[in-house]
């Protein structure tokens, strides 16, 4: 850490005391768990795209499939489910995906008895669709019992909130490695593209699969790893107090994980294997001449951003207690998190932190702040005789978009390496 | 006589060091000037720096005496010069004869008739017009890069190393091409590896070692000379 | 026979909408992507955009009482492609032109469109709300019904108006720009231009006015599509981008900078896309009688459930990334 970082940190907290002081303790203390939240995902997009060169339009993907992670883990088992057919006919729906998956690999192998070339993949193309029918053969007439009882959805595991960010990072790496085998090594339109694709693949199926993640009926309440303000409620603290403390004890959480993946990731950084990452991303070509396995290494990379993702996308949902799969959008999801790292500075890891933290507020500030320049201008057009503005409230909070989209282009004009830029070496 | 075009001392690199140390070139539109010397010699640094490629940092470029230092190609074709770069020098994508109406971009007027002498000029390509110039042998695909260059009716020609890669066939008919060229009154000035066969017919040649001028003058003096011979033709 | 005029309906016209709009998309996509070198995502905002213009003239005129036997929308279209491509041309120099003058990177000016992308939609929902807009307040749209001479049918082929004139808009702009590219000096500069860069520089064709015949072109065509989009449909501040997936697929299939590709590519994926949604149980029905007992047509064999409409593309887009990168007609491959 350098001066500027001091100074630029030091500027950013007085920034939160001041808008403490306006909005209130148990408000200030929301924004800064979420804001934390997000330093973590903007962490994995500075590892991706910062440190490994690895263009990310799919960030949403990763944070829902972290939300569902600590839905499923987190929330109470469902008896109802456990009682019916439900669990038998998933078992079936197992062994049919098992069936196709054996039907896929086989075919993959079909030149060891001697089919080759054209006819290899069409007796894949075949098999996989094979495997697509037995699939969806069990899993329709489950999805439909499962909906149609009582019991509506599987439910949760009721297991720890922390096991829950845990999985949502296992799961995002699940999710990355068939992202990456895909598409790295495609040129970077090609990447933005992919990812954006299967981040809306992944929202459309979160959205729609109702017996796994009751869709758009959304989940909650989710637990909490510390006392929730509900529970510190029943245990006899003030309503106010409640949001305050039990905010300041879910942030000092996210701050240790923070903390932890921020001092291992800079010393990666620093070392040999940060070395060989920016030689990559600098000149794939002369680090593949060199003997480096280019695309293993990015794929790790990509993977590893994930994984910082899927942990940040659980706790924001564990934080706010509910999982809405409706809720999730492009701007709010993916380009916001493009926008903390372009501003912060991409390539250093305190920059991305900054750029999160800082942005994180300005973006929840200027719904605020247009919030009443609009109902200001309103009621000022209403004095004068002429109409108001009608739907001040839905418009106004548009306001921010248009600010995020200002302060990106601002930001490539005038500091096109960030407010904290990478220490190592310029890039254009 | 003001020269076609003049090299004063020139400086110019890509940005870091420069790559030409002050060089001076003067062509008139009767010569063919060949521009011969090692790797990294700044051969094709000199026909770049004339044609608006890289940054000039030192001297000045002239051109019929008007001083055209770092001006951009755009501004360069309307004024008489036309370059042919050595590699990816034809559009793939489109016919031979697209490729010569792209070289008459600037023009307002009628390309046909100077489409027809290019057509004379090089028999193989009026066969092909109609064919995508990526699908033509490397011969043909010079000839249709110095006929798009041509298409601009330029006073001087630039040639960077067109006999590169190309069969000894191709290679003299390149040359009888460039001499013909010259004849109808277009300086010539080129970066040739095949230093002997290109001295044969040039009337001015220079040297360049280290992005200077080692020697200069005409292709028989060059030829002629002991220690060029030696350093630089191969003994 | 009825089943297959359902079918014709559901998947043929269906087709050649979505087809048609998902092309004139990608055109925009592959001609700016030939041209600039970057994927520009801010292309779907743009065809909102043109929407939002062509609402806002439609608007204005019919509140100067002014009606015609086509949708205003439609007749509005000229004006349209006119303002949108203004804008086209103001969003380059006012955001990717002074980058490009930096010389920064082509990844650089792609995430400079998300800015755009951001401003767009900020303004639009700025001015319109988040809510949806139709062209044909009140007034339903007029529906062409084709009889199928054939005794069995009682079902029509069905046209919507704004579909007939989204199919016309289509055919009139594909011939218009493959006279363009190929007979049009500034057309054929392009195609140069998308080919070499380099080359068309030292060839003295004057680039920059190409970059700006491209953004009036990608511009103008995203305002079509954008207009007869929302024709089509209804009007909302995220229509397009909900198809921003499918015209870069659209694009990408057909090789990026590939202008006859992007319209192949267009169709392919309209097809492929109401194909898989479609139920082919529907046409099985009529053999119901004929198969023994033990074969039951299930009531639905949609090969993909509608709401996963998206994943038909998204594959396409992923089977040609791995079996041919540059794309059906070869795009660029740097």
């Known amino acids: 850490m350098n001066r500027r970082t001091l100074i630029f940190f030091g500027a950013l907290l007085a920034y939160y005391a001041i808008a403490g002081v306006f909005f209130g303790a148990a408000y200030i203390s929301l924004l800064s768990v979420q804001a934390l939240a997000f330093a973590l995902i903007a962490l994995g997009l500075n590892i991706q795209w910062g440190f490994g060169g690895l263009f990310n ?13 600590a839905t499923t883990i987190s929330f109470p088992v469902n008896p109802e489910f456990w009682a019916s057919d439900g669990p038998a006919l998933l078992g079936q729906v197992a062994i049919a995906a098992a069936i196709g998956a054996v039907l896929v690999i086989a075919a993959g192998q079909a030149h060891r008895i001697g089919i080759t070339g054209r006819w290899k993949t069409t007796l894949q193309v075949i098999a996989w669709f094979a495997a697509y029918v037995i699939y969806r053969s069990r899993i329709d007439p489950a999805v439909a019992y499962i909906e149609a009882t009582d019991a509506g959805w599987i439910g949760g595991l009721g297991l720890h909130p922390i096991l829950g960010w845990i999985f949502g990072g296992v799961l995002a790496a699940g999710v990355a490695y068939i992202i990456g085998k895909v598409s790295l090594g495609l040129r970077t339109d090609y990447l933005a593209i992919a990812t954006i694709g299967i981040s809306e693949i992944i929202r459309a199926l979160i959205k729609n699969m109702d017996w796994l993640t009751r869709g758009t009926l959304t989940v909650s309440p989710l637990d909490w790893p510390v006392p929730r303000p509900q529970d510190l409620q029943a245990m006899g603290l003030a309503i106010a107090d409640s949001f305050v403390v039990g905010r300041v004890a879910f942030f000092g959480v996210l701050l240790v994980v923070l903390a932890l993946v921020l001092y291992l990731v800079q010393r990666a950084y620093g070392g040999p294997w940060g070395r060989m990452m920016r030689a990559i991303r600098d000149n794939h070509i002369a680090a593949a001449a060199m003997g480096k396995d280019v695309k293993s290494r990015q794929l790790e990379i990509f993977i590893f951003g994930s994984v910082l993702m899927g942990i940040g996308g659980a706790a924001l949902v564990t934080l706010n207690q509910i999982f809405d799969p409706g809720s999730y959008q492009p701007i709010n999801h993916t380009f916001l998190i493009w926008v903390m790292l372009i501003v912060g500075g991409a390539g250093n890891n305190w920059g991305a932190v900054f750029g999160a933290l800082f942005i994180y507020l300005t973006w929840m500030l200027s719904d605020a702040a247009a919030q009443f320049l609009f109902n200001g201008l309103s009621d000022w057009m209403v004095t004068m005789g002429w109409p ?19 302060v990106i282009t601002l930001a490539l004009r005038y500091t096109p390496r960030g407010l904290i830029p990478e220490t190592y070496q310029a890039r254009d | ?170 290679m003299m008919e390149i040359f009888e091409q460039v001499v013909r060229i010259n004849k109808t009154g277009v300086g010539i000035l080129m970066v040739e590896q095949n230093a002997r066969q290109a001295l044969g017919f040039a009337s001015k040649g220079f040297v360049l070692a280290s992005g200077q001028n080692r020697f200069t003058g005409t292709g028989q003096e060059l030829l002629d000379d002991p220690e060029v011979a030696k350093s630089f033709l191969g003994g | ?173 594909v011939v218009a720009l493959h006279l363009f590219l190929t007979r049009a000096r500034l057309g054929k500069a392009m195609r140069a231009m998308a080919d070499n860069a380099d080359l068309a520089q030292v060839s003295g064709i004057n680039t920059a006015l190409v970059v700006r015949v491209t953004w009036i072109i990608a511009g103008g065509l995203a305002a079509l599509a954008g207009t007869m989009l929302a024709l089509d449909v209804t009007l909302k501040p995220d229509l397009a981008f909900n198809i921003l997936l ?67 593309a998204f594959i396409i887009l992923v089977i040609t990334l791995l079996a041919r990168p540059t794309g059906i007609f070869k795009g660029a491959s740097t």
């Not at chain 2, 051969?43 to 044609?51: E, M, N, V, W």
């Not at chain 2, 559009?91 to 027809?116: A, Q």
């Not at chain 3, 994926?269 to 029905?285: D, M």
Request: aromatic share 10%; no cysteine.
């Open chain 1, 57 to 69: 339009f799919g960030i949403m993907g990763s944070l829902m499939v972290g939300g569902f992670a």
């Open chain 3, 1 to 173: 026979m009825n089943e297959l005029i359902f079918f014709f309906n559901n998947v043929v016209v269906s087709g050649l909408v979505l087809g048609s709009i998902y092309a004139l998309g990608a055109i925009g996509v592959t001609l700016v992507f030939g041209i600039l070198r970057f994927a520009h995502f801010a292309h779907g905002d743009m065809m909102t955009m043109g929407g939002f213009v062509a609402f806002l003239l439609a608007s204005l005129f019919a509140a100067w009482g002014l009606t015609l036997p086509v949708p205003l929308g439609f007749a509005v279209l000229p004006l349209t492609f006119v303002i949108t491509a203004a804008l086209a041309l103001g969003i380059d120099k006012g955001f990717y032109a002074p980058l490009r003058a930096r010389g920064a990177k082509p990844v650089t000016l792609l995430i400079a469109s998300i800015g755009v992308t951001l401003i767009i939609q900020g303004m639009i929902r700025l001015f319109f709300g988040t809510g949806t807009y139709n062209f044909f307040e009140g007034a339903p749209k007029e529906l062409y019904r084709i009889e199928v001479p054939l005794e069995e049918a009682t079902r029509t082929i069905n046209f919507s108006q704004p579909q007939v004139l989204l199919l016309l808009v289509t055919v009139v702009t």
């Open chain 3, 246 to 312: 499918p015209i870069f697929a659209a694009a990408i299939v057909g090789g990026l900078g590939q202008a006859y590709g992007a319209i192949a590519g267009g169709f392919l994926i309209g097809f492929a896309e109401t194909a898989a949604i479609f139920n082919w149980s529907i046409l099985l029905r009529p053999f119901r009688d004929a198969l023994p007992e033990f074969i039951e047509i299930p009531n639905n064999l949609a090969l993909v459930p509608t709401e996963y409409k998206l994943t038909v």
């Open chain 1, 388 to 406: 108001g503005i009608p739907d001040v409230q839905s418009r106004s909070s548009q306001m921010r978009v248009l600010i995020l989209g200002v």
């Open chain 2, 1 to 170: 006589m003001t020269p076609l075009v003049e090299l004063d001392n020139v400086v110019a690199g890509y940005g870091g060091a420069p790559i030409l140390n002050g060089i001076n070139i003067e062509i008139h539109a009767s010569d063919i000037g060949v521009i011969i010397g090692p790797n990294g010699a700044g051969k094709s640094t000199a026909l770049k720096s004339i044609f608006g490629l890289l940054q000039v940092t030192g001297g000045a470029i002239r051109f019929d005496g008007e001083d055209i230092t770092n001006r951009l190609p755009d501004a360069l074709v309307p004024l008489g010069l036309s370059f042919v770069p050595q590699e990816r020098n034809v559009f793939t994508s489109m016919t031979v004869h697209e490729n010569l109406e792209m070289g008459g971009f600037i023009r307002d007027d009628d390309l046909s008739g100077t489409l027809s002498e290019i057509y004379d000029m090089f028999p193989d390509l009026k066969a092909k017009r109609h064919q995508n110039a990526g699908e033509l042998s490397g011969g043909q695909r010079q000839m249709v890069a110095m006929g798009r260059a041509l298409m601009s009716r330029p006073k001087l020609l630039l040639l960077d190393e067109p006999s590169a890669g190309l069969s000894p066939r191709y």
